[in-house]
T-cell receptor, first 111, second 114 residues
């Protein structure tokens, strides 16, 4: 069974630029999560989808972050414009019965 | 609201000695609890999970954890540490009342000395 795929693995951008991350969950998993993991901290939930509907986006900075999950499968997370404090690893995970499987993450560096 | 507290940010053990990583949780209803491990520059890997069955849960690589509702704890143990256990460990809580949202603790970094 293929795991959660994320791309790109690494991204370096200048502040005020925009960036997008892509996630392909495990086939058949209805729940998809995006987490932000700042160096030295535990992952923080940004947004959770159930199929193509949003379950929780209470910690998503909506003035600059957006996410969508068209057709309830793949998802993209966008940051526009980026700030220095957005430097982190962005993790995507998917779940079918509560247990979540994580992708390798995208390491974003904002300079 | 659910939350997780990992009581130690760093744990240092000698190879071959026991490992104990402490986790306390807060949850409104009957939670599911997980331990994940993250090796440097690697993704998060599930070690074990508790989902209201047996309170003593066995996971991969010789790890196990015990769910104690009265103490709201889910401590992770391993009888004999190996060098390859050096990593960051996260305790995670989830419950249906919160829409199966996964809430992570702050993590415990394990150092294994030869």
């Amino acid at each position: 069974e293929a795991g959660v795929a994320q791309s790109p693995r690494y991204k370096i951008i200048e502040k005020r630029q925009s960036v997008a991350f892509w996630c392909n969950p495990i086939s058949g998993h209805a729940t998809l999560y995006w987490y932000q993991q700042i160096l030295g901290q535990g992952p923080k939930l940004l947004i959770q989808f159930q199929n193509n509907g949003v379950v929780d986006d209470s910690q998503l900075p909506k003035d600059r972050f957006s996410a969508e999950r068209l057709k309830g499968v793949d998802s993209t997370l966008k940051i526009q414009p980026a700030k220095l404090e957005d430097s982190a690893v962005y993790l995507c995970a998917s779940s079918k019965h509560g247990e979540a499987f994580f992708g390798q993450g995208t390491r974003l560096t904002v300079v | 609201a659910q939350s997780v507290t990992q009581l130690d940010s760093h744990v240092s053990v000698s190879e071959g000695t026991p490992v104990l990583l402490r986790c306390n949780y807060s949850s409104s209803y009957s939670p599911s609890l997980f331990w994940y491990v993250q090796h440097p520059n690697k993704g998060l890997q599930l070690l074990l999970k508790y989902t209201s069955a047996a309170t003593l849960v066995k996971g991969i690589n010789g790890f196990e954890a015990e769910f104690k509702k009265s103490e709201t704890s889910f401590h992770l143990t391993k009888p004999s540490a190996h060098m390859s256990d050096a990593a960051e460990y996260f305790c995670v809580v989830s419950d249906r009342a919160a829409g199966n949202k996964l809430t992570f603790g702050g993590g415990t970094r394990v150092l294994v000395k030869p």
